[in-house]
């Protein structure tokens, strides 16, 4: 899933400043699954404003809506009765819905309430970790589904470097070395004369550095 | 044990600590409390086993967020005991009141007030 | 082995010389004496200098630069090369750019992560990896081409090498390692600086097994301790180092003032050991900061004149 982290209260109060009718707008998906843009979230950032705008002597109102997510029209529609009442948004969902919930309403300001971070998955709860990249060209088969990618600091092909020590990278002792956990990985599927095949340079047309992507199905289209 | 303590608490029951949220001691400062506190079983001894360690994260997530918007933090707290422990509740209930009272009113009463 | 380049590392390696490089740190401004002045200590000592390219990321002048200065005196340069900094458009550019001055030596390295660096909050690059960086300078020398196809204009003559740390973890795959790297087309290795010659000797017996000793000439990697305080850093902060306790110790059991010569004692009394070793080829010494001492390890250890080759 995509994983994001609460923005600090500080920065969305200082989004706010200048309005007075505020909705925050939460997301059931990713961002409630890591505990930064759910209802909960939601609920807890209106009782911070509401309280700072208090003491602040602001007459502000804050209404709290979650939806199901903020990536799909569908959805972001069930907001456009209401959505002229307030002057600004502050949006929990990840990147992804705080843009699109902008782009069905663009003449009301959409605030990021998240930092969003990257495509994870839960280790346990209160940990998330780093999984995938989205290159676009998937090489799990040939590194035993450890990715070098989202995994190596360095996103070796053939590693491991030289700095790589018990296990650990030598960016952060906490950070499992991505090429030992290949060479383990391969070790227990007997397949470790697969790490001496070369790994052929990296088409890197389909990651960030082609340019923004799009996947196109035009047998599900209507 | 018809024991004294201050009139100026509100006790709110719950099974176990571990069921308030943030969101609950929030909405507490929100209506104009001037402290909150939450009182559970000594650690270790939660009957179901880890709610009153729960509560303890979520007593100091809201004080970091209390402090943020100027409410302060030192209105929340946890304090642990044995339910027997009548003594030492109504100790802590003086003293709380008494750091509560020292830091004085919840600014949102004030201000509140002001608006109304 | 014949010689496929101009190197003058390569021809002293084909007939059965032991080797001796070095390196030389380029400075953290752009006076090219702090380059002429490194290479005049040294250079009657070595067969060929190494520069290092932007050393555990804190930017310095350009490795490249630093090499044509080294061409313009009449020596002979290792062009070391990163793969964190540049995309393959910049590393061909820059092979060419050595090229047009005859540079023809070059060191394929991932080099160091950012973060160790006075530029921590930057990019990285790592478009290719030091593998197929040594391929991509393979391709460019002997099939003339450049990775997109098109033929180059007076291709790179390049001695191509990379580095190899038999002291990393995991141990196991070291040996596959550099087996991965001589079939990408590497034909010199420098290793990380040994302290540990007993894993050394294991490691160099694995690489015999498989002959690669005689597919890659392996030069063995020193660098002089100067005080135990040094011993005890290496050992404790920086990765894929392997400092054996003896060695801190008996840099420990030496007085202040003398632990300094009794580093350069242990890096001959590794030399010797190392002359005996099967499959190395020659010596790497890289003494930072310390270049006045190569010219006395190398008398010291016997490896002085240096070959004359034309």
């Known amino acids: 899933m995509i994983v994001a982290d609460k923005k600090p209260v500080e920065e969305i109060i200082e989004y706010l400043k200048n309005h007075k009718n505020i909705l925050i707008l939460g997301c059931n998906e990713c961002v409630t699954v890591c505990e930064a843009g759910g209802q909960k979230e939601v609920q807890v950032l209106a009782s911070a404003l509401r309280m700072n705008a208090l003491n602040e002597s602001k007459e502000v109102k804050i209404d709290e809506i979650t939806l199901e997510r903020q990536c799909d029209h569908e959805y972001l529609e069930e907001i456009r009765d209401v959505i002229d009442q307030y002057d600004a948004v502050v949006s929990l969902a990840c990147g992804v819905g705080i843009q699109f919930t902008a782009e069905q309403y663009p003449s009301i300001m959409v605030y990021p309430g998240v930092n969003t971070c990257f495509m994870g998955a839960t280790e346990k709860r209160g940990l998330w970790t780093e999984r995938c990249q989205g290159c676009g060209q998937c090489i799990l088969a040939t590194t035993g589904s450890v990715c070098p990618v989202s995994r190596c600091a360095k996103r070796l092909f053939n590693g491991p470097c030289g700095g790589s020590t018990a296990g650990k990278c030598e960016v952060n002792p906490e950070i499992d ?34 340019g923004p992507r799009k996947v196109v199905r035009e047998d599900v289209q209507q | 044990m018809r024991l004294q303590y201050p009139t100026n608490i509100r006790i709110v029951r719950v099974p176990c ?34 709610g009153n360690l729960m509560a303890r994260r979520r007593v100091e997530q809201a004080q970091k967020i209390l402090d943020t918007i100027g409410i302060g933090g030192q209105r929340a707290k946890m304090f642990n005991l044995s339910s027997s422990e009548g003594p030492r509740f109504a100790q802590y209930a003086t003293e709380f009141t008494q750091q509560i009272k020292e830091m004085g009113p919840n600014p949102i009463k004030l201000a509140k007030n002001k608006a109304a | 082995m014949s010689v496929k380049t101009p190197s003058k590392l390569e021809k002293i390696l084909s007939e059965g ?53 080294l061409k313009l005196m009449g020596l002979e340069p290792v062009l070391q090369m990163v793969t964190r900094d540049r995309n393959r458009i910049a590393l061909q550019s820059d092979i060419l750019g050595a090229a047009s001055f005859d540079i023809h030596n070059i060191l394929c390295l991932s080099g160091d992560h950012q973060s160790f660096g006075d530029c921590a909050q930057g990019q990285n690059v790592h478009d290719i990896d030091s593998m197929q960086l040594i391929q991509t300078v393979r391709y460019m020398r002997d099939e003339k081409k450049f990775l997109g196809g098109d ?11 990379a580095a190899a740390n038999p002291f990393a973890d995991p141990f196991e795959i070291r040996v596959p390692r550099l087996a991965k790297k001589a079939a990408a087309g590497v034909e010199f290795i420098q290793t990380q600086c040994i302290y540990n010659l007993d894993k050394f000797e294991e490691w160099m017996k694995g690489v015999r097994d498989r002959g690669l000793h005689e597919k890659v000439y392996i030069l063995a990697g020193l660098t002089p301790m100067k005080s135990v305080g040094m011993a005890r850093y290496m050992k404790k902060r920086v990765p894929g180092m392997d400092v ?21 004692k242990i890096c001959i009394e590794s030399i010797e050991r190392l002359k005996q070793v099967e499959g190395v080829a020659g010596f790497h010494i890289m003494a930072i900061e310390w270049e006045e001492m190569v010219p006395q390890i190398v008398e010291k250890g016997g490896l002085y004149p240096r070959p004359k080759v034309d």
Request: hydrophobic share 35%; charged share 30%; aromatic share 4%.
């Open chain 1, 177 to 210: 070395c991505a090429w030992q956990l290949i060479v383990d990985r391969m070790k227990a599927l007997d397949k470790l004369d697969q790490f001496e095949k070369l790994c052929p340079i990296k088409d890197w047309s389909t990651d960030r550095a082609g």
């Open chain 2, 17 to 50: 600590t571990g069921k308030v949220d943030v969101i609950h001691i929030m909405r507490a400062f929100e209506k104009g409390a001037d402290g909150a506190c939450v009182i559970g079983c000594l650690e270790g001894e939660c009957h179901y086993n880890t």
């Open chain 3, 17 to 69: 010389h032991l080797a001796v490089t070095s390196e030389c740190g380029p400075p953290r401004g752009s006076d090219p004496e702090a380059i002429t002045k490194k290479a005049e200590l040294i250079k009657d000592h070595v067969d060929a200098i190494n520069i290092t390219d932007n050393q555990t990321s804190v930017t310095r002048m350009c490795s490249l630069a630093a090499c044509i200065r």
């Open chain 3, 151 to 161: 033929e180059i204009n007076r291709p790179p003559q390049m001695f191509v090498g």
């Open chain 3, 244 to 264: 054996p306790d003896e060695v801190v110790q008996r840099l420990g059991d030496t007085p202040k003032e003398k632990q300094a010569e009794e580093g350069i």
